[in-house]
């Protein structure tokens, strides 16, 4: 069975820093895509950033610059690290595995863990 | 800057039919763009209902159904049930590596 555990979330001052993780379980972290997407509180979901099987990542502009995406492979695991958080990132951190299509590029989120929150206030 | 539009709000009547979209604001919304389909209710992880513009995810009833029509992705609920009742988000893959997520539609069954 697929599971989805995030954890590293908590409360944190504007430009502090912060290391979600996200344990897998039923899949390997490191032949998969697996991303990130984040929900504001009373917003909309917000892709956030992937991490492609063969290693190669990509940001929203949002936080492009700021935010890291990795893999634990001795831990089966997908970890964002976030830096100069600022109050517009607070939101539920939602880690998701990404599936490409059967044909073409691209994916999409087929499992998604429960969301861990981050709240970024002085 | 690239804005994937949806409805914010439509309502249902039990057991009728609706059909949500999920557009561009700039160009038309194709099957190269893969757009899938969320489910979400208040407090809980989203759950995929539709890949690659038609695809049923794995126990997803067969009244939820995608396809592209005119120059946007749909997601057409027949037979509307009370508990159909939550927000739902389309995603449009942009190339790159990036996707972008539509602002959502509250869908109330009513």
């Known amino acids: 069975e697929v599971q989805l555990v995030e954890s590293g979330g908590g409360l944190i001052q504007p430009g502090g820093s912060l290391r979600l993780s996200c344990a897998a379980s039923?899949?390997?972290?490191?032949?998969?895509?697996m991303s990130w997407v984040r929900q504001a509180p009373g917003k909309g979901l917000e892709w956030v950033s992937v991490i492609y099987s063969g290693g190669s990542t990509y940001y929203a502009d949002s936080v492009k610059g700021r935010f890291t995406i990795s893999r634990d492979n001795s831990k089966n695991a997908l970890d964002l690290q976030m830096d100069s958080l600022r109050v517009e990132d607070t939101a539920v951190y939602y880690c998701?595995?990404?599936?490409?299509?059967?044909?073409?590029?691209?994916?999409?989120?087929?499992?998604w863990g429960q969301g861990i929150l981050v709240t970024v206030s002085s | 800057q690239t804005v994937v539009t949806q409805e914010p709000s439509f309502s249902v009547s039990p057991g009728g039919k609706v059909t949500l979209t999920c557009g561009l604001n700039?160009?038309?919304?194709?099957?190269?763009?893969?757009p899938s389909w969320y489910q979400q209710t208040p407090g809980q992880a989203p759950r995929t209902l539709i890949y690659s513009t038609n695809t049923r995810s794995s126990g997803v009833p067969n009244r939820f159904s995608g396809s592209i029509l005119g120059n946007k992705a749909v997601l057409t609920i027949t037979g509307a049930q009370a508990d159909d009742e939550c927000d739902y988000y389309c995603v449009l893959y942009m190339g790159r590596g990036i996707s972008v997520f539509g602002g959502g539609t509250k869908l109330t069954v009513l």
């Open positions: 039923g899949f390997t972290v490191s032949g998969n895509y």
């Open positions: 700039s160009g038309s919304v194709s099957t190269d763009y893969y």
């Open positions: 998701a595995r990404g599936q490409p299509p059967a044909t073409g590029i691209g994916y999409y989120f087929d499992y």
